[in-house]
């Protein structure tokens, strides 16, 4: 059990609260209990790059689909593309990865196209939007019978 006073402290404002309640004769733990929390639902948008309503067909450009591990806005994008197609399998989102080897962070054995094909993406590489992509979209759209 680590008392409050052997602890290092993350700024100085903990080093003088540590301070006061030692001058006062309070031991207390330092950060060494974990209490666990769920964040509530944040409903928030997303606006894709390119949409065709009619086939409900959305084609995602993704240059940097990776950060730093450090700062988790990779992993952000991605989770928040699996929640949007979870949330709504009726559209069909598609990327296309300036360069679809790259790591999905530095030292990741996972590329950008391994994570798509993990989770039900279809992808393209170079920037390339797929010819069979093109025919599908230049196709006029299904008419729905009443």
Not at 122 to 134: E, H
Request: glycine share 6%.
């Amino acid at each position: 059990m680590s008392l409050l006073f052997e602890s290092q402290y993350r700024s100085g404002l903990e080093r003088k609260i540590a301070e006061q309640l030692k001058q006062h004769g309070v031991v207390m733990q330092y950060e060494k209990v974990r209490i666990n929390y769920v964040v509530p639902e944040r409903k928030t948008y997303y606006r894709p790059d390119f949409v065709c309503e009619d086939r409900k067909i959305i084609i995602e450009g993704k240059g940097r689909f990776g950060h730093d591990k450090s700062d988790n806005k990779g992993a952000q994008e991605r989770q928040k593309l699996c929640l949007v197609k979870e949330q709504h399998p009726d559209w069909d989102i598609r990327l296309v990865f300036q360069n679809a080897s790259k790591p999905i962070y530095k030292g990741s054995d996972t590329t950008y196209a391994q994570w798509a094909t993990d989770h039900g993406f279809k992808w393209s590489d170079k920037g390339i939007v797929p010819q069979a992509w093109l025919d599908e979209l230049k196709q006029q759209p299904k008419r729905k019978s009443k």
